[in-house]
């Protein structure tokens, strides 16, 4: 069946203080869907669910409801409600009239308010919850209740601002399963945003992913992860080694030093291209067995795998393998043409490569910050 578009944002940008924040966004969200706009800190995201809810206004652009242009509609009008990260409870109120509140605002006769506050609680695993006081909730039960609020409105479509993120791990992984139950039990359009990829990966029908203020990559988690548009997506959904590479011919490429059989084509002959392959996808054999061979230098315990870095010629190839590898060994990799994806050059080229080493320069910049800041205070 054909799901209609219910939000269309046709060349948004926003600006504040003269920084862009959002540079000519194109995205339609299909009625139903459970959308996700993914990204690090600054990308847009957040500006783009802000957007959509009415609380910030484009400085171009249109934003259209059901085929209607929305940008001057404030959000009260608007058929969205929004669970932010802090849930905004009131403290004062139990539970029932927590969710009961907006139906109170709307003048909404009393059978119905219980019938429908009920309704929801019971949708959010709260049944029984009603004459609790929020204040005494743990974390999880205190989300539940920020987002039975959310839908006793019947909204058309739900925002949620990184609502699990005060959640520790264990607990942000079960509402991943609640949320994403939810959505399929009350067909609500979610749009949510997150930097967090395994959240994205294991929640969403579509992922958006945006780095500064532009839309870099819309599919499936699977297209996301298989085929990655350019080095930023390859690197930031999931782990990844990417290289320099030249197409030599449809489904030839040369990277490392050797020439690849692929699945890739239509490319210009002897064009650049950035090479990604994911770490789970090679296969270690014999060094003389290899395409490639290298010295493994690190090896990490992971609980499901081994994690192996492999120095080949200077760079550090990450690999996770069920199979042990002593450090210092010599090892062969062999790599399928299915493994290996071909991405066109982009400003993101060369910023990802060698992965590795990358990780290790981020923690040592993310020791030396606090030191700086001291050093101003």
Not at 76 to 99: C, D, G, I, M, S
Not at 109 to 123: G, Y
Not at 290 to 298: A, E, I
Not at 344 to 355: A, H, I, L, N, T
Request: include cysteine; charge should be negative.
């Amino acid at each position: 069946m054909e799901q209609t578009k219910i939000i269309d944002l046709k060349n948004i940008s926003k600006s504040y203080g003269g920084e862009t924040v959002l540079n000519d966004i194109n995205l339609y969200i299909r009625d139903k869907e459970f959308v996700t706009l993914l990204g690090p800190s600054g990308c847009g995201k957040t500006t783009t669910l802000r957007i959509i809810g009415g609380f910030e206004t484009p400085d171009t652009g249109e934003v259209c409801f059901d085929g209607v242009k929305i940008n001057d509609v404030p959000p009260y009008k608007r058929h969205v409600n929004t669970v932010f990260q802090r849930y905004a409870l009131f403290p004062h109120l139990n539970v029932f009239e927590n969710v009961a509140f907006g139906l109170r605002v709307a003048k909404v006769k009393e059978a119905e308010i219980v019938k429908r506050v009920k309704e929801t609680l019971e949708l959010v695993n709260l049944k029984g919850f009603e004459r609790r006081s929020v204040t005494t909730l743990s974390g999880g039960q205190q989300q539940r209740v920020a987002i039975a609020r959310a839908l006793v409105n019947n909204p058309k479509v739900l925002l949620l601002d990184e609502p699990l993120a005060a959640l520790d791990l264990k607990l942000r992984k079960d509402m991943q399963n609640e949320l994403k139950a939810l959505h399929e039990r009350t067909g609500i359009t979610f749009i949510y945003v997150t930097h967090d990829q395994e959240e994205a990966l294991s929640m969403s029908d579509t992922i958006v992913v945006m780095a500064n203020g532009r839309i870099q990559q819309i599919g499936t988690p699977t297209d996301i992860y298989n085929e990655p548009k350019n080095a930023f997506v390859a690197d930031f959904i999931g782990e990844s080694n990417i290289l320099d590479g030249v197409m030599l011919d449809d489904f030839r490429a040369k990277f490392a030093g050797h020439e690849f059989k692929c699945l890739d084509s239509g490319f210009e002959k002897n064009e650049p291209v950035d090479i990604v392959v994911r770490p789970e996808d090679v296969d270690i054999v014999d060094a003389d067995k290899g395409m490639l061979k290298g010295t493994v230098t690190s090896i990490t315990f992971k609980g499901v795998h081994w994690e192996i870095i492999v120095d080949i010629q200077g760079f550090k190839w990450m690999i996770q393998t069920t199979d042990y590898c002593a450090p210092d060994s010599e090892i062969g990799l062999f790599i399928e043409p299915d493994a290996i994806h071909v991405m066109k050059k982009s400003e993101y080229s060369d910023m990802f490569g060698d992965y590795s080493s990358y990780s290790e320069e981020f923690d040592e910049l993310s020791v030396a910050e606090p030191a700086e800041e001291e050093k101003t205070e």
